[in-house]
């Protein structure tokens, strides 16, 4: 399985961005999708994650109310809409796949990743 992100760019604080993860090779039909990010000298930190049938859906405190997550099957394309963005929004952005429906906040549990897309949030 192969996974694409895109949608990463230059925004201002306030601002926001819509990333796009496909999958070549795979379906998110049959599994959990999970976006991950790694800050500037930070450890890769879960942001948010929704299961294969769309009912487990997951978030980090630190996005919740500002961030959704939404995955189109027939098109194999997982979404991740950022609004109300801040500076220590900046990071590198991943998206993953698992086969697992449960602590899909855990890195490990999680099998294909993307190669990343940058955002930045100026101030």
């Known amino acids: 399985v192969q996974l694409q992100a895109s949608g990463g760019g230059l925004v201002q604080v306030g601002g926001s961005l819509r990333l796009a993860c496909v999958a070549s090779?795979?379906?998110?039909?049959?599994?959990?999708v999970g976006w991950f990010r790694q800050g500037p000298g930070k450890e890769r930190e879960f942001v948010a994650a929704?299961?294969?049938?769309?009912?487990?859906?997951k978030y980090a405190d630190s996005v919740k109310g500002r961030f959704t997550i939404s995955k189109d099957n027939a098109k194999n394309t997982a979404y991740l809409q950022m609004n109300s963005l801040k500076p220590e929004d900046t990071a590198v952005y991943f998206c993953?796949?698992?086969?697992?429906?449960?602590?899909?906040?855990?890195?490990?549990?999680?099998?294909?990743w993307g190669q990343g897309t940058l955002v930045t949030v100026s101030s």
């Open positions: 993953a796949t698992s086969r697992l429906v449960l602590s899909t906040h855990r890195r490990a549990n999680y099998e294909y």
């Open positions: 929704i299961t294969w049938n769309g009912e487990g859906i």
């Open positions: 090779g795979g379906t998110f039909s049959t599994n959990t």
